[in-house]
């Protein structure tokens, strides 16, 4: 079983993913006092966020419901059900 956890040698992956894919990575900054944002763009797309592993993640949900990404009443009765329903269990591994 895979088992991966966010790093910076992650991250530094995940950047050279996202080249691969053909995204050209840039940094701007949005507003004073706020942490800079990376975006990647291509041709048709552009992504901002504060990670290349977060980047990763919208493409993901963009990949799987394109323009129509917003999220259903199931998808949020799903979230708001995983997060109360945590328990005290921790990952022994970590």
């Known amino acids: 079983m895979a088992k ?3 790093a910076d040698n992650v991250e530094a992956t995940a ?5 691969e ?3 050209e990575l840039h ?3 949005v507003a004073a ?3 800079p944002l990376l975006v990647a763009r ?5 992504f901002r966020a504060h990670s290349a592993l ?3 993640g919208l493409l993901a949900v963009f990949e799987a419901r394109g323009d129509d990404w917003q999220p ?3 998808d949020e009765h799903h979230r708001t059900k995983f997060w109360d329903g945590l328990d005290d269990e921790t990952d022994q591994d970590t």
Not at 42 to 46: F, G, L, M, R
């Open 4 to 6: 991966l956890s966010t």
């Open 15 to 19: 950047s050279t993913v996202l080249r």
């Open 21 to 23: 894919k053909g995204f």
């Open 27 to 29: 940094v701007i900054d």
């Open 33 to 35: 006092g706020k942490p």
């Open 42 to 46: 291509d041709k048709d797309h552009e």
């Open 54 to 56: 977060e980047i990763l």
């Open 72 to 74: 259903s009443e199931e």
